[in-house]
């Protein structure tokens, strides 16, 4: 493996890269987000594993707000609205200072959520959103972006299983149809814009899922087997 600092090349291999999990409930995202950062802390590499909404004291709050359930009454647009603030906080105090220190940023959801749940799903409007985004994210966008793709129900029924005697949050209770409309919306976008974004197959193991995972990264980041 090289080591950094030799040459301008292998400076750059080590620079700082932004990768987002994205996909519907139950689908493995912080589970692979971990061992992503298990496999590339053992490269030599400096991450940072984050989430959203949260990541910082003020958007974690947002997040309890929002998953209670007690803002479900506010439009899609209103709750793309608390996102944003909560994803533009997480971008300023966390995100942008990890990247630029050179840190690897692996985030579990970032602004594509918002485009599935509240746009997609929950019809806010694309302009509202794309002007959120703006604001909130502006350059900082993801180097790669991977979607945990499975059906809805299975992804609920490893949701529920996950949790146990825990209450499912404001988004799990939706319906099943609702969930799928979020698993197309996420493909659209894989579709969209496939220079960014790498569709991995996550019905299979939490093993085969981390090979896939690791595949993707090494062909779309790394320019070596690590």
């Known amino acids: 493996m090289r080591q950094p600092g030799a040459t301008g090349k292998q400076t750059a291999t080590m620079a700082g890269k932004f990768i987002t999990f994205e996909g519907g409930e139950g689908a493995g995202k912080s589970t692979q987000a971990r061992r992503l950062a298990d496999r590339l802390s053992a490269s030599g590499r400096a991450v940072v594993v984050t989430r959203e909404p949260g990541g910082t004291p003020t958007a974690e709050s947002i997040r309890r707000l929002l998953l209670s359930g007690l803002v ?6 209103d709750e793309a609205i608390l ?15 990890a990247l630029a220190a050179g840190r690897w940023v692996l985030c ?3 602004a594509d959520s918002t485009h599935a749940y509240q746009g997609a799903a929950g019809g806010a409007d694309e302009a509202l959103l794309s002007a ?16 945990l793709d499975l059906p809805a129900e ?4 490893r949701a529920g299983a996950r949790q146990g005697d ?8 939706d319906d099943v149809a609702v969930h799928e409309r979020r698993r197309q919306a996420f493909l659209t976008i894989a579709g969209r814009e496939p220079e960014r974004c790498v569709v991995i197959d996550a019905t299979g ?12 990264v090494r062909a ?7």
């Open 166 to 173: 825990e209450a499912p949050d404001r988004f799990e209770r």
């Open 72 to 77: 479900k009454e506010l439009s899609a647009d």
């Open 132 to 147: 959120l985004d703006r604001v909130a994210v502006g350059r900082t966008r993801p180097d790669l972006t991977l979607i």
């Open 154 to 157: 299975v992804g609920l029924a």
């Open 108 to 110: 579990d959801r970032f």
């Open 205 to 216: 193991d939490e093993d085969t899922v981390a090979d896939a995972v690791w595949q993707a």
């Open 83 to 97: 996102f944003a603030a909560a994803r533009a906080d997480h971008v300023e105090r966390v995100i942008r200072p």
């Open 220 to 226: 779309r980041l790394l320019d070596e087997a690590a």
